[in-house]
């Protein structure tokens, strides 16, 4: 499950997994793995696509229906993101 704490770490680094490796620290890299750094990598790979236009319309509902369901699994204060 991608938390809002993973997400927040992925865009303090900028979405650049060197800086990451490079700088991150215990608590970071506690909090988001390498295989949630690249879950979060492709969702973001593949949302660039979409928005650019670049991707076919079944690619680009795969990719819209996996934002969703890891939305629907991120638990923030008060319930989950719908």
């Known amino acids: 499950?991608?938390?809002?704490?993973?997400?927040?770490?992925?865009?303090?680094?900028?979405?650049?997994?060197?800086?990451?490796?490079?700088?991150?620290?215990?608590?970071?890299?506690?909090?988001l793995s390498d295989d949630d750094w690249s879950r979060i990598d492709t969702l973001v790979q593949d949302l660039i696509l979409v928005?650019?236009?670049?991707?076919?319309?079944?690619?680009?509902?795969?990719?819209?229906?996996a934002i969703k369901l890891v939305a629907a699994m991120t638990p923030r204060s008060g319930g989950f993101v719908t």
């Open 1 to 31: 499950m991608i938390t809002l704490e993973m997400l927040s770490i992925y865009e303090r680094y900028g979405g650049d997994a060197d800086t990451y490796a490079r700088a991150a620290g215990q608590a970071d890299r506690t909090a």
């Open 51 to 65: 928005v650019r236009g670049l991707a076919a319309p079944a690619f680009a509902q795969c990719a819209q229906d």
